[in-house]
DNA sequence: GTCTATATGTGGATAGAC
DNA sequence: GTCTATCCACATATAGAC
C-alpha cells in the first residue's frame, strides 16, 4: 500500500526538473539541486534515472503529454475563435516570465545544442504539437481567409513570432519585443482577411 | 619587433572561441578545446583572460564590432534595397549552418541565462545593432509603405521572424520553417505596400 | 611573455548499508 | 525501495619555472 509513492516521487523529480531548467537552464540546474527542490534525497534519484540527461528526456515527455492532454480539453470546445483566444490569454497572462526565462521548450532547444538527440526528437515533436493546435485553429477559420492560403505556414509564423520575440525580450529584459511581434501578427492576419473581404466584396 | 604577436595570440582565441561557442555551445567548450583550436598552450590562455567568461565578453564584443564594420561599408551604397538584398544573401547562404547550429548570437543568449550581465547586455546591443540596421533599409523606402508604418516594428519582426525561424530549423534538423517564415514576411510586406498601392490608386 | 605541472572545486555517478 | 557516504572524472584556475 505505500508502494505507490514511488512513482508519485519521480513525478516530484520530474516537476522540479521542469522548473530548474526553466528558471536556470540545464547545465546550471545540478542534481542535487533537482533534489533538493523535490525534497529526495540525492542517492535517491539514482534509483528513478539512470542519468541525468534520463530527467531531461522524462521532463520534455512529461511537457508533450501535459500539452496534449490540454489540447483535448481545448478540442472540446466547438469554437475555434474561443480556442484561440484562450491560448492567447495564457501565453499573455505568462508575458512576464516569459520575457525573464524564457520559453520553456525553446531554451532547452538551443542549450542542448547537439546533446542528446532523444531529448531534441522530443522538443521537436512540442514544436509539431503546438503548430498542429493552433493550425486547427486557423483552418476552422479557413473561410475568413483567401483561397489557397497557407494555414500550415501561417500557424508556423505564428509560433516562430513568439519564440523569436520571447528570445529578444528575455536578452533585452523587456518585454516589448514580444509586443511588438505578436501585434504584427495580428496585423498580418488582419490584412490577409481584410484583402480577402474586398475581393468578395468587388 | 616579436612584441606585436601577443594580440595576434589573444585574436586567435577569441576566433577559436567564436567557431566552438557556435558550434558546440558555450558550457560544452572547455577552455583545453579552446587553446587547441587556437594552437595557444592551455596555460597560456590565463595571461590573455582572466576567466572563461571574459573570453565569452570579448568574443560577443568582437562579434558586435565586425557587425558594427560590415554595416559601415554597408552603409556606403547609397540604394536601401540594395543593401537588404545583399543583407538577405548573405543569411540565405548560411542557411544550412544556420540550420544545424542555429544564430550564434541568438544560441548564447539562450544558453547564458542569468549568467554574466555584462555578456548578456552585449548580446542584446547585438541585436539592436542588426535591428538598426535593417530598419535603416526600410527606412529609406519608406514612401512605398502606408504612411505611420511603424518600420522600427518591421525591422524588429524581421529579426524575430529569422530568430524563431531558425530556433525551429534548428530543433527539426531541417531549414523549412525558417525558409517559410521568411516567406511569409516577405508576403506581409507585400501585402502592406499593396495596400498602400491600391489606396493611393483609388 | 610563455608554458608545464598541478591544485582545487564541483558535480555526476556508484557502492553498499539499511 | 530508500538513503549515506564516497568515488572519480573533469574543467577551471593557479603556481611558479623558464
Redesign the pocket.
Request: hydrophobic share 30%; aromatic share 10%.
Given at each position: 500500500m505505500v508502494?505507490k509513492?514511488?512513482p508519485e516521487?519521480r513525478r516530484r523529480l520530474v516537476d522540479a526538473a521542469a522548473t530548474l531548467f526553466y528558471e536556470q537552464g540545464f547545465n546550471r540546474?545540478?542534481?542535487?539541486d533537482i533534489a533538493g527542490e523535490a525534497d529526495?534525497?540525492?542517492?535517491?534519484v539514482?534509483?528513478y534515472f539512470?542519468?541525468?540527461?534520463a530527467i531531461g528526456e522524462a521532463m520534455v515527455e512529461q511537457r508533450l503529454s501535459d500539452f496534449r492532454a490540454l489540447r483535448a480539453r481545448w478540442e472540446e470546445r466547438g469554437d475555434a475563435r474561443d480556442r484561440l483566444r484562450s491560448f492567447v490569454r495564457m501565453t499573455v497572462d505568462n508575458r512576464r516570465q516569459l520575457a525573464r526565462s524564457g520559453c520553456p521548450i525553446g531554451s532547452l532547444a538551443l542549450e542542448l545544442h547537439e546533446a542528446d538527440p532523444a531529448v531534441r526528437e522530443r522538443l521537436a515533436e512540442n514544436f509539431t504539437a503546438w503548430v498542429a493546435a493552433v493550425r486547427g485553429c486557423y483552418e476552422e477559420a479557413e473561410e475568413r481567409f483567401p483561397a489557397g492560403t497557407d494555414v500550415q505556414a501561417l500557424a508556423e509564423l505564428t509560433l516562430t513570432v513568439m519564440e523569436g520575440g520571447v528570445m529578444q525580450a528575455r536578452t533585452h529584459r523587456d518585454i516589448g519585443p514580444f509586443d511588438r511581434g505578436v501585434e504584427q501578427l495580428r496585423r498580418h492576419i488582419d490584412l490577409l482577411t481584410q484583402a480577402h473581404e474586398e475581393r468578395n466584396a468587388a
Open positions: 508502494a509513492q514511488a516521487k540546474t545540478t542534481l542535487a529526495v534525497p540525492l542517492g535517491n539514482y534509483y539512470k542519468t541525468k540527461d
